[in-house]
């Protein structure tokens, strides 16, 4: 896509887009799953994607879905996203307060700088780092914190954390990747690495359960192409701050639903989360300078 942006703000773009479409993702999915399996509707929304993957895509140029130079990174990389629910049911088994589980994931941008830069080689300047910590300050004042969780809650909260850091950090690594086959190994990984686990939490959906699951696969499809964009026009340290921007709409609807009281800490953490956000948008033509962060040529191919 051709733009007149720098990459890094190109790049901050796509980010707003994905936090959106994974908010709305999560909203709908948040109401499936008082009457279906969690593991289900994940396993629904990936099956819808590979679907309608195979509309686009799959029926003029079936082999760009699957060629791929790293299978094995395609494959740990969808595992990644098998992880994520997983850790996120077993903590919620263990009756881990929902706000304590949410402060640990959104450490994050911390986490995230710390991945790319030990995995992916970005060495991200001080002030990044100083963002991140703005960031995951800000996120946790929405939250309040109920009870102290035990060890093997925080660690299956850290569990959840570190599988969505290694999936961005991966979809990085896969930017000279088609885009296509990136998504549509995502999808088929989670769909077959999943499969296991469905029998005896499979609930037939009706009409409209069918509709909602298939809903969270259209948007979850828009933010994992959004992601993948994303990852493509930039180094991920570079809006590894702005990852809380998926707090404004998700917690926003959570109070207008009533399921979130509403507060002067979280009016502060939205200040802080916008700000972040801003001050990144502001300082990437000093912060993309850098060797170590420049745009590497190239990027997804549709």
């Given at each position: 896509m051709k733009t007149a942006l720098s990459p890094g703000r190109e790049s901050l773009l796509w980010k707003l887009v994905c936090v959106t479409l994974w908010a709305g993702e999560e909203l709908v999915a948040g109401l499936l799953i008082e009457r279906y399996s969690a593991l289900q509707v994940v396993w629904v929304r990936f099956a819808a994607q590979l679907v309608l993957m195979g509309l686009l895509w799959g029926r003029r140029e079936p082999m760009q879905l699957v060629r791929t130079a790293r299978p094995w990174l395609q494959v740990s990389r969808a595992a990644m996203m098998v992880a994520m629910p997983i850790c996120w049911l077993l903590?919620?088994?263990?009756?881990?307060?929902?706000?304590?589980?949410m402060a640990v994931f959104w450490s994050s941008p911390i986490l995230l700088l710390l991945c790319a830069h030990v995995l992916g080689g970005e060495r991200a300047p001080a002030t990044l780092w100083i963002a991140a910590a703005a960031a995951c300050a800000g996120a946790n004042l929405f939250f309040h914190h109920e009870r102290l969780p035990t060890?093997?809650?925080?660690?299956?909260?850290?569990g959840m954390t570190l599988s969505f850091v290694l999936f961005v950090v991966a979809t990085r690594a896969l930017r000279h990747e088609r885009l296509r086959a990136n998504l549509f190994y995502t999808a088929a990984g989670v769909v077959v690495l999943m499969l296991p686990l469905l029998p005896g939490r499979w609930v037939w959906p009706d009409a409209m359960g069918l509709a909602g699951m298939v809903s969270v696969g259209v948007l979850g499809f828009g933010a994992l192409y959004a992601l993948e964009r994303m990852a493509a026009a930039?180094?991920?340290?570079?809006t590894a701050p702005a990852t809380g921007l998926q707090l404004l709409p998700s917690i926003g609807a959570a109070w207008l639903a009533g399921q979130h009281a509403w507060s002067w800490s979280s009016t502060l953490g939205a200040v802080v989360v916008v700000a972040v956000a801003m001050a990144l948008w502001w300082l990437d033509p000093a912060v993309r300078q850098r060797p170590a962060l420049a745009p590497a040529p190239g990027g997804a191919a549709d």
């Open positions: 903590a919620m088994q263990r009756n881990m307060a929902p706000d304590t589980l060890a093997t809650m925080v660690a299956l909260a850290l930039a180094p991920v340290s570079l």
